[in-house]
């Protein structure tokens, strides 16, 4: 029997009567993608620009995470064509890339992922997870559709270019990263600034009309629930390093006495 890829996360989106929700994972941990992937979460973002991700990483927790019904988006470190083309190689499907800030990065991002004449990846389906080492029929001709591509949008530059950005052919969705957003206008830390929020609607608003799907980062519930209320189709509420980090807190925070009166957690 043919073998077949999972369905993208563009897939998904488009086939969804609600917004999806996910959670981003950061721990370059196997096991702990295969937790998360059996929460019951819609899809989970894997982070190589800011966690410790390689290849080898990458590749186990997609592995882990095949067969629970989630989506794998992962995030490369940068825009660039060599690693865009190993990552998908290695078998990702779900792309999303980081420091979009113009409709020419977008273009480029979206170059990477297609073959010859439509783009710039590198031939090696017979090397390659993607294709299932060449079990996937028709994989060359048809890879385009087994790829979602959904980009940051995440500085100033970036808003002021989102109709541009949307308007380019291939990309599936775009998706606010409120922090560096607030960093680059000058409100490092404060994504929750009016401001930021703003500008966060603008981009909203601007995916709707051009008929795009746009998501948000937003941990705190009740900003989450209000970019839900103002159109955003997919959302990321949480992250595995940070759940255990405070979970951590809370256990010691219980249970370990301060030193010293300082607040000072002390012992294992």
Not at 192 to 208: D, G, I, S, T, Y
């Amino acid at each position: 029997m043919p073998l077949r890829l999972e369905p993208t996360f563009s897939t998904g989106l488009a086939a969804s009567d609600r917004p999806l929700a996910g959670m981003w994972v950061c721990s370059g941990s196997p096991l702990v993608a295969e937790i998360c992937a059996g929460s019951g979460l819609d899809w989970l973002l894997v982070d190589a620009e800011h966690s410790p991700n390689g290849l080898e990483s990458i590749l186990a927790q997609l592995q882990a995470a095949h067969g629970y019904p989630v989506h794998v988006v992962v995030r490369p470190p940068v825009n660039e064509p060599v690693v865009i083309k190993q990552y998908l190689d290695l078998g990702v499907q779900n792309l999303l890339i980081p420091m979009v800030n113009s409709a020419d990065d977008a273009r480029a991002a979206v170059a990477a992922t297609r073959y010859p004449p439509d783009g710039i990846r590198g031939v090696g389906s017979a090397l390659a997870r993607a294709a299932r080492w060449n079990r996937v029929p028709d994989y060359l001709s048809g890879a385009a559709a087994t790829i979602s591509v959904t980009v940051q949008i995440e500085s100033a530059a970036a808003v002021d270019a989102v109709e541009e950005i949307l308007a380019v052919e291939g990309i599936d969705a775009i998706f606010l990263g409120p922090s560096d957003l607030a960093a680059s206008m000058g409100l490092l830390g404060q994504q929750e600034h009016p401001e930021v929020r703003a500008a966060v609607e603008h981009c909203l608003a601007a995916a709707a009309r051009a008929g795009v799907p746009a998501g948000v980062n937003a941990f705190n519930p009740a900003t989450a629930r209000h970019y839900l209320g103002s159109g955003a189709r997919f959302i990321l509420v949480g992250a595995d390093v940070a759940l255990l980090a405070r979970g951590s807190e809370a256990l010691a925070a219980q249970f370990v006495p301060a030193a010293d009166g300082d607040g000072t957690a002390t012992g294992y």
